[in-house]
């Protein structure tokens, strides 16, 4: 005579049963991509960003086009010396010793925006960088139609944009770029964003001891603050340019410490494309940089 077994029984097991196959078939997939899971694309250039999902190179694609874009023929990723990554919740999860293992020597990772966001993946990416070996570094992407500068650089610095001389941790990043949600100025006249960015500046340096980096680009920073040479000899610039062999500079600022050079990179330990940066010096200036030493 066969045993009996109830319908709940037999549902309990099916659902047992269930729960395992998709496991066993996640971590199936996880050892196949071996970058944890895929990340989702950036919306399209033709499709809005949500407010708050914003990243490093969202203006910058409005004002330079499409990221893969060569000039004469010659694709511009130039891999020797420091190179670094810049990543935001888009990336989803990373394995940051692929990462390491593939030369990347340090990483920045968005951690705020505006006044009231926070990306998703920064604790996870601050704290798996800082395990593998990278020298690592916090961006605030700037919305200055939304408050002053100090209360952002305020938000920042209270939601990751810290830092401490433990020669793992650089400096904070204002990520100020064409705007991807509107009016490229946000709506400032010339003067009203240099106050801005100074205000910003001011109260980051109160808060860490840090000079703020500055990303942007030359058409951005020359159009949106009219030639300002202020931040000149006060902030590291990171200059994003792609697209080409060697990037124009900022009015005032005499030569970039970073740059942007492509937004269609691939690192292995990342899905998909990754913004890929050269550090301007060797690696022991780049330490320099994170001790507060150069």
Known sequence: MSAYRSPSRRLKRSRRALTAAGALGAAVALILTGAGPAAAAPPAPDEPVRQGHAWMGAGTRIEQGPASATVGGVTPMDTSGVQGIDVSHWQGAINWGSVKAAGIDFAYMKATEGTGFKDSRFSANYTGSYNAGLIRGAYHFARPDISNGATQAGYFASNGGGWSRDGKTLPGVLDIEHNPYGAMCYGLSTTQM???????????????????????????????TGNWTGMSTKSPLWVAHWGTTSPNIPSGFPTWTIWQYTATGRVSGVSGDVDRNKFNGSMTRLQALANNTA
Do not use: E, P
């Open 194 to 224: 240099r106050t801005w960015i100074n205000d910003f500046y001011n109260t980051y340096k109160a808060r860490t001891t840090r000079d703020v980096v500055i990303y942007t680009t030359a058409a951005w920073w020359n159009t949106c």
